[in-house]
């Protein structure tokens, strides 16, 4: 007999440790981390009520919690992100990376390769970057071959065609092509590649300062040619440190995370500055989507955890700078304190220095998610919905009919006639451009004569103001109206602008131009199902229309001829009365409650002795 949820909970640990909900398939819904599992968990449970939509709907589809206990938040922290990327539950803030961001590779090693790479392998290499720009990297690439003499080319030895002298797939300098072979002597190229990690990590004025004493020591030994080597890489270092972006006053390692949220786009940008020795030496962005209902402390604290528990962290800084307070910063400065031996305090600027910087990575994160959006929407403007490839197929229409103009007639009995065109746009309405027409030169109920007025009215306008031309003019009808359509079309030379068809509705029949047998669509089809769309809203848009005319002439008629009554009198009383003639059978007293004792009496008067 298995245990219920409920039971599970109740013997829960109270440690530290990390929580998976599963659905009834055995599917991730959610991992958490907390200080103490059975209080965290619990609570999901017991305090409903304070949860928002999202994680009332989580909590509906739990059917089994699994926990693994730790020694520390610092180790759940670490574990709950693990899980999470391995896992991608449904309900956790995930990340979309549309792009690989460039790094630089330390592996490890005798004699460790330094190489610029866009994958990260857990194998334990070091991993610095990422870099915002590939730019960015080749230039530390060089400065490290200038530098140091070391090869920074993405080949191994055993990658090296020794016919040639050359490696087999990748361009490589063959000043330090030897160096892939490992040539040097181990002490000296354990001692250069330190000096390559304090590079990367950004600690650049301390080895400026390490480099030269070592070429003093150097020159007073008489080791001349040493010392030269070491003049030529100290001045590759000051180049270096001289191009990067001074954006604090003193020579302080700090991090600098900003969140900003675009809730149109249903996702949130994280920008990271990293900042060393007072310059700026990196900055990298990521996409968080799934934040449905998620707050920005949640988001945030998502982010900055994610960072810090991932291959690329590299080293920790003195100080971390957040735009937005965390959650529960606890797990964090425990995993922070452990990993740097020494507190690293979490702050979020409100003035100064910090704050501007604060702002800067908003500015950032807000342009990003601006490309993004833009990206999107061009995306979706060149998205072709298959109801219109399969409408193009089904009608062997010359064009993509992307853009559809759908004409209807309205009238009751041949009065207030009017007509209306609705507009769609990769088969969704574009209501901004919806039309609506008052027949002017159709006397009666002359669906035929009002169709070609209307058509001939529309693309002469077209055709005179250069607007753009439909791919397909959609006629709701059979034969006649559409042969009317195409007389109008015909009269103003618009016949060759847009494909032309019209649909029947009472088989769902579409009638094409010199084409005596209509063209059935499957029922099924979307491209029939696009076609009865644009049918039905010119239908209910010019209906629409011809009530308001009709009702506009009926108050006019019935009401407004009464002194004193104009029209928002008159459509304040057929709002409380329904109708004239409800209101021709009210009493005094009532029409008086509605308009006034004055008003009232005429509007009672008027109807008593007509």
């Known amino acids: 007999m298995s245990i219920s949820v409920e039971e599970k909970i109740a013997h829960l640990p109270f440690s530290p440790g990390v929580y998976q909900f599963k659905d009834r398939g055995g599917n991730y819904l959610y991992v958490g981390k907390a200080k103490k599992l059975r209080n965290r968990v619990r609570s999901y449970f017991q305090d409903s009520k304070n949860h928002d939509g999202r994680i009332k709907l989580m909590v509906s589809k739990i059917e089994d919690v699994e926990v693994i206990v730790t020694d520390s938040e610092a180790e759940a922290l670490i574990l709950e992100n693990n899980l999470i990327k391995k896992h991608q539950p449904r309900y956790n803030i995930m990340y979309r990376d549309d792009k690989s961001y460039p790094y630089i590779c330390i592996t490890k090693g005798r004699k460790p390769r330094v190489y610029p790479t866009r994958t990260v392998v857990r194998d334990g290499s070091k991993y610095f970057g990422p870099y915002d720009h590939v730019g960015h ?195 964090l400065l425990e995993y922070l304190w452990e990993q740097r031996g020494k507190k690293v305090p979490i ?21 990003n998610l601006g490309e993004r959006k833009l990206e999107k929407q061009k995306a979706e403007r060149d998205r072709i919905p298959q109801a219109i490839k399969d409408l193009k197929d089904y009608l062997k229409l010359d064009h993509l009919p992307r853009r559809i103009e759908c004409f209807d007639n309205s009238n009751t009995q041949g009065t207030d006639p009017v007509a209306s065109m609705v507009c769609f746009v990769d088969g969704q309405p574009r209501k901004s451009e919806y039309k609506r027409f008052k027949i002017k030169t159709v006397t009666g109920a002359d669906d035929y004569a009002s169709m070609k007025e209307i058509v001939k009215r529309r693309y002469s306008k077209v055709k005179k103001e250069k607007l ?22 015909e009269e ?35 491209a029939l199902k696009l076609l009865q769309r644009a049918r039905d809203e010119a239908h209910r848009f010019a209906i629409t229309y011809h009530r308001q005319k009709r009702s506009k002439r009926t108050v006019k008629t019935g009401l407004t001829e009464i002194d004193g009554v104009g029209e928002k009198t008159a459509q304040k009383l057929l709002k409380a009365f329904g109708s004239v003639d409800q209101i021709r059978n009210t009493d005094a007293e009532s029409l008086q409650k509605e308009v006034g004792e004055k008003l009232g009496e005429k509007v009672y008067r008027y109807f008593l002795e007509s």
Not at 349 to 363: V, W
Not at 468 to 489: E, T
Request: proline share 4%; glycine share 6%.
């Open 137 to 331: 990297m080749r230039r530390m690439l060089d400065t490290i071959r200038k530098a140091f003499g070391l090869c920074t080319c993405a080949v191994s030895p055993k990658m090296v065609d020794k016919s040639r002298g050359a490696p087999k797939w990748h361009s490589c300098f063959d000043d330090y092509l030897q160096n892939c072979s490992g040539d040097w002597d181990d002490e000296v190229y354990r001692e250069t590649i330190e000096k390559v990690e304090r590079l990367l990590s950004g600690k650049t004025g301390d080895l400026i300062r390490d480099v030269k004493d070592e070429m003093e020591i150097a020159s007073q030994s008489l080791e001349f040619e040493k010392a030269a080597r070491l003049r030529d890489s100290m001045k590759s270092l000051e180049k270096y440190n001289q191009k990067m972006k001074i954006v604090a006053n003193k020579e302080v390692h700090r991090d600098v995370f900003a969140i900003d949220v675009d809730e149109e786009l249903g996702e949130a940008c994280g920008v990271l500055f990293k900042i060393r020795e007072g310059k700026l030496i990196g900055k990298f962005n990521r996409f968080l989507k799934n934040i449905e209902d998620w707050p920005r402390s949640v988001m945030m604290q998502s982010f900055v955890e994610d960072y810090y528990t991932g291959q690329m962290v590299g080293a920790i800084p003195d100080e971390v700078y957040l735009s937005d307070s965390m959650e529960d910063e606890d797990p």
């Open 468 to 489: 753009h031309a439909p791919d397909l003019i959609l006629i709701d009808g059979g034969k006649g109206q559409l042969n009317a359509a195409l007389d109008a079309l």
């Open 492 to 526: 103003i030379d618009f016949r060759d602008a847009s494909d032309v068809a019209g649909l029947a509705k009472r088989l769902e029949e579409v009638f094409l131009p010199q084409q005596a047998d209509p063209v059935m669509i499957p029922k099924t089809s979307s």
């Open 347 to 367: 702050h979020v600027p409100q003035i100064g220095e910090k704050k501007h910087l604060i702002e800067m990575a908003i500015t950032n994160a807000r342009l």
